[in-house]
């Protein structure tokens, strides 16, 4: 159904928006020494895990759907 391959691409779109907007930056300040970033990083990180449990759980649909003729 397209509603799967829509609600997985929106939760690629959060990891990449996630990764590039918020991760990054975070990264950068631990290169520069700013331990206290550590911690923001780990909490951060878990909307990624959330999105990418989400989007394996969906791609597991996607494949039982396929299995079943698109039905």
């Known amino acids: 159904p397209t509603w799967l391959a829509i609600a997985a691409g929106f939760t690629l ?6 990764t590039f907007l918020w991760q990054v930056p975070l990264h950068a300040r631990l290169q520069r020494g700013e331990t206290s970033a ?9 909307l ?3 999105c990418w449990t989400i989007r394996a759980v969906l791609a597991c649909l ?5 299995m079943q003729g698109g039905k």
């Open 13 to 18: 779109l959060v990891n990449w928006l996630s």
């Open 38 to 46: 550590i911690n923001t990083l780990i909490r951060s990180n878990w």
């Open 48 to 50: 990624r895990t959330v």
């Open 62 to 66: 996607m494949l039982l759907v396929a």
